[in-house]
């Protein structure tokens, strides 16, 4: 079985612009998490999504978007981009995302913003 | 909502000894324990999770074990190998809400 997997792989973006990521889960998994990646924040929940449907979202300013297509497959969007954002972006996919099933992680996006 | 501290932040072990990182939750309510561990350019991977209704779970050299009255969990892994270092992060997840992860632990076996 094919695992979660994201792409690109790595991106690198100036100030200003903005940037879509996108995230393939596990076949039969519905949800999708979405975490950001950073040395000094650790894993730190963006959002989730269901059955095309954000259920659950974090501290993160709106300028982090996203969503879910029919075929479970996800996108995130970041807008006008900060030196911040630079991160890893993970994405993880669960059968249905209640927390009582096993959240599996892609390899991430690597951020660079200039 | 759920907080999650992890401890020690960094782990140096000679090959072949045991390694334990504990993780310590606060809501008395979360019940899914899961372990990740963390390879430099790589996602992190499920190694071992534990249930709220189970004390102990053991799989090979790591095993994790559940408190569940002092809210905390530990990580275990004996006879350690070059190839178990890496960075192991703890979540604790209470029904119907997201993973909160704990900060990791960086841990390097010395051979």
């Known amino acids: 079985k094919a695992g979660v997997t994201q792409t690109p792989r790595y991106l690198i973006k100036t100030r200003g612009q903005q940037v879509t990521l996108s995230c393939s889960p596990i076949?039969?998994?519905?949800?999708v998490s979405w975490y950001q990646q950073t040395p000094g924040q650790g894993l730190q929940f963006l959002f989730e999504?269901?059955?095309?449907?954000?259920?659950n979202k974090g501290n993160f300013p709106g300028r982090f978007s996203g969503r879910q297509f029919s075929n479970s497959r996800s996108e995130m969007n970041v807008s006008t981009l900060e030196l911040g954002d630079s991160a890893l972006y993970l994405c993880?996919?669960?059968?249905?995302?209640?927390?009582?099933?096993?959240?599996?992680f892609g390899p991430g996006t690597r951020l660079t913003v200039l | 909502g759920e907080n999650v501290e992890q401890h020690p932040s960094t782990l140096s072990v000679q090959e072949g000894d045991s390694a334990v990182i504990k993780c310590t939750y606060s809501?008395?309510?979360?019940?899914?324990f899961p372990w990740y561990k963390q390879e430099l350019g790589k996602g992190p991977q499920l190694i071992i999770d534990?249930?709220?209704?189970?004390g102990e779970k053991k799989d090979q050299r790591i095993a994790v074990t559940l408190n569940k009255t002092a809210k905390h969990f530990s990580l275990h892994i004996t006879e350690t190998q070059p190839e178990d270092s890496a960075v192991y992060f703890c979540?604790?997840?209470?029904?119907?809400?997201?993973?909160?992860f704990g900060p990791g632990t960086r841990l390097s076996v010395l051979p």
């Open positions: 993880a996919s669960s059968l249905d995302g209640q927390g009582s099933n096993e959240q599996f």
């Open positions: 076949s039969g998994h519905r949800s």
């Open positions: 999504y269901f059955s095309e449907t954000q259920r």
């Open positions: 809501d008395s309510a979360s019940n899914y």
């Open positions: 534990i249930r709220s209704n189970v």
């Open positions: 979540a604790a997840i209470l029904y119907g809400q997201n993973f909160v």
